[in-house]
Each structure stands twice: as structure tokens, then as C-alpha cells.
């Protein structure tokens, strides 16, 4: 056995058993787990999801919201423990897997279509 396929293994069992379902676009509410000394809670953050990237274990995804009028952009290992799950409010209609254009647009213009499902 190689060093590849031991790494390959080892990635193989920190998947989720339940993996994520949700796309660029959407607007999703991650709750993650926040470590404060020896206390442990649920913070929620909400916003657009800007991008997924990655493939296996390394796979992460970047979520943006407006906070007082300032952009706020956070990126989560999709496999990690910290995230207990991601909630889909909206599902968004977007042309392309990377949506930096929406850095650049404040307010209404910010949002992305609402996708419609038959």
C-alpha cells in the first residue's frame, strides 16, 4: 500500500455520511459550532452562497452576507464537524459556479433570481 492510498482512505472516512445538497446561489443558513473557552454553541450565519470548490474531503464552500452595510464573506470545509448543517431558504437561479460579481453590488442588486422548481 502507497502513500496516496493511505491518504485516500484516511480522507475516505471524514466524509459526511449525509452530504450537503445545496448550489451556488442559494441563500442558506450554515449553523456551526463555536468554541468559547469551554463552552461550546450554534452560531447561525446566513447569506449567498458564492462558490463551491474542491472535490472529497478538501471541499469547501463560501457564504456572503451584507452586515451593516459591509460584506461579509465566510468559507466552510463542506465535510467539516464544525458545520451542523446548511438550511436552504431560497434557491437561486445562477448562469455560473463562481459568483464574485455579486462583491461589487450593494442592496437589492445583490441578490441572485429565485430559481423556480417544477
Known sequence: MNA?????NIEKEQLRENPLVFREGDTVKVYA???EGNRERIQVFEGIVLKK???????TFTVRKSS???GVEKTWPIH???V???????R?????AKLFYLRERVGKRAKVR????K
Open 4 to 8: 496516496t492510498e493511505i491518504i485516500r
Open 33 to 35: 459550532k463555536i468554541k
Open 53 to 59: 470548490q474542491g472535490t472529497g474531503s478538501r471541499a
Open 68 to 70: 451593516g452595510g459591509i
Open 80 to 82: 467539516s464537524p464544525n
Open 84 to 90: 451542523e448543517k446548511v438550511e436552504v431558504i431560497r
Open 92 to 96: 437561486g437561479k445562477a448562469r455560473r
Open 114 to 117: 429565485e430559481r423556480v422548481t
